[in-house]
């Protein structure tokens, strides 16, 4: 698992002493990648979530890889919700230049977009996956191994993983 010593702890504390602003999901029921739009949000769907994998993807609007491989992440995030629901969850999060925003991914030392950050219920972070083209349909095979035949997350997302 991923060394967490590089992450900016404040993004774990209670929400009240971090942001001010409620809750702002732009996702409509059903739909399969939730946007995070501030620090209360990761807060609320991700160190609070204590059943699912959570893929968490950093993106900009200015990113032309980003823009090429959205719907692609839609997709996976699709498929994957279709099949297995109770046991993984899609967020997005649009660094445009707003504070909250900004504020997250600085705290969780997002260097490059598109990058995703997976999160296990049990153990937190895991580690950053690049999130072009290529590495997408990899990590969809590796999830559907880690959900389907219940290895280890760790092994399966081996040499996927940023070293930092």
């Known amino acids: 698992y991923r060394d967490s010593s590089d992450v900016d702890d404040s993004v774990f504390e209670s929400p009240a002493t971090v942001v001010e602003s409620p809750v702002q999901l732009s996702a409509e029921e059903g739909e399969a990648v939730l946007s995070v739009k501030s620090i ?16 968490l ?5 200015w990113c032309r890889v980003c823009k090429a491989t ?24 649009d660094i445009d230049g707003k504070e909250g925003t900004n504020q997250l991914k600085e705290s969780l030392n997002i260097k490059s977009v598109p990058m995703g950050l997976i999160y296990h219920p049990s153990v937190g ?3 950053q996956v690049k999130l072009g083209r290529a ?17 280890r997350l760790d092994d399966v997302l081996e040499g ?4 930092n």
């Open 135 to 151: 590495n997408l349909g990899e990590l969809k095979k590796r999830l559907y191994r880690f959900l389907d035949d219940d290895e």
């Open 70 to 93: 959205s719907l692609a992440y839609e997709g996976m995030a699709k498929k994957l919700k279709e099949s297995h629901s109770s046991r993984v969850k899609f967020l997005s999060v």
């Open 57 to 61: 993807r950093f993106s900009a609007p």
């Open 160 to 163: 996927l993983l940023v070293q």
């Open 40 to 55: 209360q949000d990761y807060h609320d769907h991700v160190v609070k979530e204590d059943e699912k994998i959570t893929i």
């Open 125 to 127: 972070a895991v580690g």
